[in-house]
């Protein structure tokens, strides 16, 4: 898709303002012009001894850190953390994720050809208005890409619009209803280049590293060059 071609890539800046807000159990971290690793999931790819391993992995980390889980406050304590942990607690966390994820739990409905194209086709329909949408994948479970939000517009405010427009829409061709994707989703500023082709490499390998049946998936490549 020649819109696609070119993306401007700037890494994540220690020196520039960052905001960090957490409305679940994973912190998200902001900074105007950066790209970002974000990947989503089906509301049912995640069984119940899943997240209580999940649970667990992060209590324990939070302990280790010596933040009590079961405070309410446990937020604004984590946030006293420095940066560096706060960024290890985010990758271990997410690390955690993608190995489950790929063990290729629930219903995997994205494995159907139509209903993939639907979530393909929404990763690319604000290309070039509100998102620049670089490589993605999507999985039978699961949906790894890379965005760089254009001026103005907010990550959050971009994939809330993706996920209620494909369930809405893959609820519909399944006759379904109820919550398809999973709340939270998981985004990680890209460091720098070679993080960006270590994200490359890796949305590119999962069909075949997953235990998963390759079954449907879609990658769109795209080439980045320096931010001016």
Known sequence: MNKQSTIPFRGFDERRP??????????????????????????????APVLRELEHERRHWLHQHGIDPDDRHW??????????????????????????????????????GKIAKIVAESLTHFHGERVLTGDFVVMPNHVHTLMT????????????????????????????????WQRESYDHIVRDGDQLEAFQQYISLNPRKSK????????????YCPAE
């Open 18 to 47: 960052v905001r960090i807000y957490q409305p679940g159990s994973l912190p998200h971290w902001r900074q105007d012009g950066c790209t970002y690793f974000v990947t989503w999931h089906l509301a049912d790819s995640l069984p």
């Open 75 to 112: 937020k604004a304590a984590f946030e006293l953390l420095s940066k560096t942990d706060q960024r290890e607690y985010e990758r271990r966390v997410g690390t955690k994720l993608n190995e489950f994820l790929d063990a290729g739990h629930g219903s995997c409905v994205l494995r159907d």
């Open 149 to 180: 939000p254009m001026s103005g517009f907010e990550l959050e405010d971009i994939l809330h619009s993706i996920k209620s427009y494909t369930a809405n829409e893959i609820n519909r061709q399944l006759n379904q209803t109820g919550a398809l």
């Open 212 to 223: 998963l049946p390759l079954g449907q998936f879609i990658h769109q490549g795209a080439r």
